[in-house]
């Protein structure tokens, strides 16, 4: 994470002096952003540069749904099914995908190109049924949609 | 068209979230007049006299939640604006940030100059995406033309922002909660007292507002607290972002001029419902809301729904809320046992665990719906649900538990033969159908 401190430095100009710990979940993401998981190393190196305890850290880590400690497929497909999507066809795209991709959410392809979670409300109730796909939302998705949306994902 | 605008008053291109597209509509003019022409407690004065209530669940009094702050009383004050919006069936405040981004700045600059704050927030919910990239442009637009940062229009007023992104914590929404995620830690609910405008962020007096609410602030402060107030009714001035889904011809974001018609709202403005089909219920303000009296049902059936209008003493006279805004309409042939289990998964999956009721309460709750889907109930499981429910009630730090067991006695009340007919046939009254078939 060494690398990513200039851009740490640049954030802290915004923020109050003497609060560094502020900087925990944003320099966390931002390490998963590059790395794709957060990796033993990346947590000994904000303990040092933000001055944290590592229990502090780790704590933080097991409580956020998006951080995480191990790499996942290339392609992160989240299916929302809370009340709106599931109202909206959010069960159906799910059969799907987990018909097509062969796995279970929770689970990654064996080429590592798919990862397939199940998430809550992702704010999209208007535009239902939603797939993430990393950070991008892919709303009123159909049957066909999907079909053009899964080939482009390589 | 659903009433007077407030903040949907422009017509969307695709360049109307700009700088030069909101000064053009009069934006920033609000901030100069204050800046030059006001003391910071006019400025709150105007927000009071305005009976602006927040619009993020609880519909305090915003005035009054600011005068729990002395501008002047030489601490460091913080201003946050709630973006973390998670309460399923609401997505107005990303109307807000994607659309009139604009709005919620030159607002939180008034809000920060009006209560004494030299560093602002936005906390936002980690899964939004464009909404953050309209966000962070917007902001980065605005320090460039010297509206953040030190000496703003050289009024000797300084103020920086910094947008933090949550990281996937439907708790963070609670407002004392987001405060620890600030902060670098786990977002675990505060109790109260101390009051947030006492003891909040950093230990120091701090004002968490709804986007939405700190939105309207500029508007109130251009047009006046009189003209704020000639909009809406008495005792719900002003209009509200309603998100409508489910069952509905045409779902989205509206602007609600408070004590409109609810029926109208329904079925001309959004379309009536799906197939044609009749209303089964309606969830008016998001799944919960954060609104803490025990007899706080969150359905409403068709009947009640008929005949209401949309504002927050009509909805709380009929033991509701209008919440967070956040609609979900429910057509007839929609099984609400199986629409309780989603709801009672997701309390489940986010509880934070801080409080024994919740943490045990949810989880218990959960297995034993999805028990009931599995068609395997038990004739006692209502009572049951009912007993934990009320054991939530009142007994945790925030309001999560509560919601729970709301979520759950509403349905029940509501709903119970749907239930009975579950446990002893082993299966759905309605095939088990959620969508609109």
């Known amino acids: 994470m060494k690398h990513l401190i200039p851009e740490f430095e640049h954030l802290k100009k915004r923020l109050p002096p003497g609060h560094d710990a502020t900087l925990l979940v944003p320099c966390l993401r931002r390490v998963q952003e590059d790395r794709g998981f957060i990796a033993d190393s990346d947590i000994d190196g904000l303990v040092e540069y933000l001055g944290v305890p590592r229990i502090q850290i780790e704590e933080v880590l097991s409580f956020y749904g998006m951080l995480r400690r191990a790499p996942i497929g290339r392609w992160h497909l989240q299916v929302c099914h809370n009340v709106s999507c599931s109202m909206r066809g959010a069960e159906r795209l799910l059969d799907d995908l987990t018909g097509r991709l062969g796995i279970q959410p929770?689970?990654?392809?064996?080429?590592?190109?798919?990862?397939?979670s199940t998430v809550e409300c992702l704010g999209s109730c208007g535009t239902a049924p939603v797939l993430m796909v990393n950070e991008a939302y892919h709303e009123n998705l159909s049957a066909a949609d999907l079909d053009a949306l899964l080939e482009r994902l390589d | 068209m659903p009433g007077r605008k407030v903040l949907m008053d422009f017509e969307v291109t695709p360049d109307s979230h700009s700088l030069a597209a909101y000064r053009a509509r009069g934006g920033y003019q609000a901030l100069e007049k204050a800046l030059r022409t006001m003391q910071p407690r006019e400025v709150t004065q105007e927000i009071v006299d305005s009976g602006l209530q927040g619009r993020g669940g609880a519909a305090f009094p915003a005035g009054r939640k600011w005068q729990g702050i002395d501008p002047d009383d030489g601490q460091p004050h913080y201003l946050i604006a709630n973006a973390d919006e998670g309460e399923p069936g609401t997505f107005k405040d990303r109307w807000v940030l994607e659309y009139n981004p604009h709005a919620l700045l030159e607002s939180m600059l008034l809000a920060s100059y009006a209560l004494g704050v030299r560093h602002a927030f936005?906390?936002?919910?980690?899964?939004?995406?464009?909404?953050?990239?309209?966000?962070?442009?917007?902001?980065?637009?605005?320090?460039?033309?010297?509206?953040?940062?030190?000496?703003?229009?050289?009024?000797?007023?300084?103020?920086?922002?910094?947008?933090?992104?949550?990281?996937?914590?439907?708790?963070?929404?609670?407002?004392?909660?987001?405060?620890?995620s600030i902060e670098g830690s786990r977002a675990y609910p505060r109790n109260r007292p101390p009051r947030m405008t006492v003891r909040g962020l950093?230990?120091?007096?701090?004002?968490?507002?709804n986007v939405e609410t700190l939105a309207t602030?500029?508007?109130?402060?251009?047009?006046?607290?009189?003209?704020?107030?000639?909009?809406?009714?008495?005792?719900?001035?002003?209009?509200?972002?309603?998100?409508?889904?489910?069952?509905?011809?045409?779902?989205?974001?509206?602007?609600?001029?408070?004590?409109?018609?609810?029926?109208?709202?329904?079925?001309?403005?959004?379309?009536?419902?799906?197939?044609?089909?009749?209303?089964?219920?309606?969830i008016p303000g998001g799944i919960s809301s954060q609104v803490l009296t025990g007899k706080d049902a969150k359905v409403l059936t068709a009947e009640e729904v008929e005949c209401l209008t949309l504002d927050h003493e009509?909805?709380?006279?009929?033991?509701?809320?209008?919440?967070?805004?956040?609609?979900?309409?429910?057509?007839?042939?929609?099984?609400?046992?199986?629409?309780?289990?989603?709801?009672?998964?997701f309390y489940h999956h986010e509880s934070c665990g801080q409080?024994?009721?919740?943490?045990?309460?949810?989880?218990?709750?959960?297995?034993v719906i999805d028990r009931i889907v599995a068609g395997e109930g038990r004739p006692e499981d209502i009572d049951t649900l009912h007993h934990v429910a009320r054991y939530n009630d009142g007994t945790t730090i925030c309001g999560l538990g509560d919601a729970a067991g709301y979520a759950a006695t509403a349905m029940l009340d509501n709903f119970r033969d749907e239930f009975e007919y579950f446990i002893e046939h082993g299966r759905s009254k309605f095939g088990g159908n959620l969508e609109c078939r």
């Open chain 2, 314 to 345: 009509k909805l709380r006279s009929a033991g509701s809320s209008l919440g967070s805004g956040g609609m979900i309409v429910i057509a007839e042939g929609t099984c609400m046992v199986r629409l309780l289990q989603i709801m009672l998964r």
């Open chain 2, 217 to 282: 602030i500029a508007w109130i402060l251009r047009n006046g607290a009189a003209a704020f107030r000639a909009i809406g009714t008495e005792r719900s001035p002003g209009t509200r972002l309603i998100s409508v889904s489910g069952h509905i011809r045409n779902p989205g974001v509206y602007e609600v001029e408070l004590g409109y018609s609810w029926a109208k709202f329904l079925h001309e403005d959004c379309g009536g419902l799906l197939c044609n089909k009749p209303l089964k219920a309606v």
């Open chain 2, 355 to 367: 409080c024994t009721p919740c943490r045990e309460g949810t989880g218990w709750m959960h297995r």
């Open chain 2, 122 to 180: 936005v906390y936002i919910r980690g899964e939004y995406d464009i909404p953050w990239r309209r966000l962070d442009a917007a902001v980065e637009e605005a320090y460039g033309e010297g509206l953040f940062g030190e000496d703003i229009l050289g009024s000797g007023f300084s103020c920086d922002l910094f947008v933090f992104r949550g990281a996937g914590a439907y708790v963070c929404g609670e407002a004392s909660s987001l405060l620890g």
């Open chain 2, 202 to 209: 950093y230990q120091a007096p701090t004002v968490v507002n």
């Open chain 1, 106 to 116: 929770g689970e990654t392809t064996p080429d590592r190109r798919f990862t397939l």
